[in-house]
Nanobody
Framework: QVQLVESGGGSVQAGGSLRLSCAAS????????MGWFRQAPRKERDFVAA????????YYADSVKGRFTISRDNAKNTVYLQMNTLKPEDSAVYYC?????????????????WGQGTQVTVSS
């Protein structure tokens, strides 16, 4: 089992930036993909971005392309989400997730390790 701990959330004005971190521990060798999802009140949990531990391939939701960047530090077992040009609609609880199969998916149900979430609030 992989344990995930997110940090870096907070409140920012529209146009601002935040960087989220996700520190992984435990059976990290069993994790092929790390992803970020977000969930706003009364909405479903949506895919934001993902990265492969082995190939460094990255994937993004259309809504964040060009504004968000996912990256990893293998030595620290940490994944980052740099969020720039934030918009009020980016406000949500952001979750880090891991997946133990090497095939990319945006389906949150396929991810089998989750962090506790970190709140991001963007004011207009």
């Amino acid at each position: 089992q992989v344990q995930l701990v997110e940090s870096g959330g907070g409140s920012v004005q529209a146009g601002g930036s935040l960087r989220l971190s996700c520190a992984a521990s435990g059976r990290t060798f069993s994790s092929y993909f790390m992803g970020w999802f977000r969930q706003a009140p009364r909405k479903e949990r949506d895919f934001v971005a993902a990265i492969s531990w082995t190939t460094n391939s990255t994937y993004y939701a259309d809504s964040v392309k060009g504004r968000f960047t996912i990256s990893r530090d293998n030595a620290k077992n940490t994944v980052y989400l740099q969020m720039n040009t934030l918009k009020p609609e980016d406000s949500a609880v952001y979750y880090c997730a891991s997946k133990s199969s090497p095939i990319f998916t945006r389906n949150s149900e396929i991810y089998n390790g989750w962090g506790q979430g970190t709140q991001v609030t963007v004011s207009s």
